[in-house]
């Protein structure tokens, strides 16, 4: 009988408490404003956060787990024999064969902490088949490659080493390219002309959206819209830049062969060569720790200079410490920003308690009626405090609607990916609860300990 007594007294104050909250409304909304916005902010810039680091790992899963890029610098290394020559040595002296297929064999032999090494060169090139043509890049690859980034097949099969040692004339096919060039059928076990050869296709990728400002930036390639042969495949029956043919040596029309991002171009004005072609476009490194990738490209870096003989005239690229490097700085901003929003919850308490105190001036005769017809100082206490925390609550469940619509058009808007997690609107419920019994305590105390007897005489 006592606790269904205590609960039914409970319940009583709670009701005379929401009585009040009602009675004033339009200074209830007021005094709740700053807990709105401040529960909107708090939402909107952690759902900010939440997006910008869901783009992170999704760039993570394009550039592949612990991989190192390296490519090559044909300006870099034009500039070099420049200055060798206006220093009046000889560009003998310092000749590199640029980045070759040994390079990648050194780096999968010599370097414990290499897990995978995949080697790559890319043409551009119209891909035909049955009348239909499109544009694409043919990529020459190892099977390492699809592992190293993640690429699964949604139909058909891999390269098996036969085909890679020997040089079949096979491929597998981006998802782009297959949509143009067999939107309706099956391509496994049919034949797609790229440049002058035959590639009877043994497989298709999955589709995997790729930035082009991300690609750009960190050296990866659109996925899509590429043929994938065998390494060997490429270097035998398209063309093999590292053979020095007689035309080149004796300054032919055919010239030097210049490579720029994939591109294939022949220079036509004679003379001698402007600088050696590389065998490849690309070696992708896939390290066995993230702890040994900074370990692993210093040593990269310098087996290169050996073998190049001292020119640089290649780059290496970490994507994943850059991208690591990006969440660091997004991170330090979130919490800035969250903490600025959090400040709005703050100002939002102060107001609560400066109206609170307000009303409690304004109720002290009903204080002394109520304390004069039994109710305790504890009575009391809860009275207020549960208005402050009504006021509060309230005004961090319309917050919350309020974030989660200011998330969504920020979205819309600025074009910013935001993603809304019960975990924050949990918290900022949680916090606006918090500020509402923590600002609410000292008004409600100070109505409590109010002389009944002056109370009554208030006016």
């Known amino acids: 009988m006592k606790k269904i007594f205590f609960t039914g007294r409970k319940l009583y104050i709670l009701t005379i408490a929401l009585e009040a909250v009602f009675a004033n409304r339009f200074r209830s909304m007021l005094t709740a404003l700053g807990i709105i916005f401040g529960v909107a902010a708090v939402i909107a810039m952690l759902a900010i956060g939440n997006g910008a680091k869901q783009e992170i790992l999704e760039q993570m899963k394009l550039v592949g787990v612990n991989n190192i890029i390296i490519m090559p610098k044909v300006e ?116 797609v002309k790229c440049g002058n050869v035959w590639l009877k296709v043994t497989g298709v990728l999955q589709s995997r959206a790729v930035n082009a400002e991300i690609s750009e930036n960190l050296g990866i390639s659109d996925y899509n819209n590429q043929v994938y042969a065998p390494i060997q495949t490429m270097l035998l029956r398209y063309r093999d830049r590292s053979v020095v043919t007689t035309a080149m040596i004796r300054g032919g029309s055919s010239g030097s062969v210049v490579i720029d991002g994939g591109f294939m171009s022949f220079s036509s004005s004679g ?79 102060i107001g609560i308690m400066n109206i609170m105190l307000a009303s409690v001036m304004e109720r002290t005769k009903e204080i002394g009626i109520r304390m004069a017809t039994g109710a305790t100082r504890k009575d009391v206490i809860f009275q207020f405090l549960a208005e402050a925390t009504l006021i509060s609550l309230s005004g961090g469940i319309v917050g919350i609607f309020l974030g989660m619509a200011l998330a969504k058009i920020i979205m819309e808007v600025a074009g910013i990916l935001t993603i809304v997690s019960l975990a924050s609107i949990v918290i900022s419920f949680g916090v606006s609860a918090t500020v509402g019994i923590a600002f609410g305590y000292m008004p409600a105390k100070k109505a409590a300990m109010q002389d009944p007897v002056t109370s009554l005489r208030y006016e």
């Open 76 to 191: 870099s290394k034009m500039e070099e024999a420049a200055k060798e020559n206006g220093q009046g040595k000889q560009a003998t002296e310092k000749f590199s064969p640029g980045l070759t297929l040994a390079d990648a064999a050194s780096i999968a032999a010599i370097i414990p902490s290499v897990e995978k090494v995949s080697p790559e060169v890319v043409y551009e090139s119209v891909i035909i088949s049955e009348g239909v043509s499109t544009y694409g890049k043919v990529s020459g690859v190892t099977p390492d490659f699809f592992d190293v980034f993640s690429l699964p097949l949604e139909r058909g099969e891999m390269f098996n080493e036969e085909q890679l040692r020997e040089g079949k004339a096979v491929c597998i096919l981006g998802a782009t390219i297959k949509a143009k060039l067999f939107p309706h059928s099956d391509p496994v076990g049919r034949y």
């Open 271 to 349: 003379g001698s060569d402007e600088g050696v072609a590389n065998q490849i476009d690309k070696i992708v490194v896939q390290v066995k720790e993230t702890d040994l990738i900074s370990q692993t490209s210093e040593i990269i870096q310098r087996m290169l200079k050996r073998r190049h003989a001292g020119v640089d005239d290649f780059e290496i690229k970490v994507p994943e410490l850059l991208l690591k490097q990006e969440q660091r700085t997004k991170d330090i901003f979130n919490i800035v920003l969250g903490a600025i929003a959090s400040i709005s919850l703050i100002v939002g308490g």
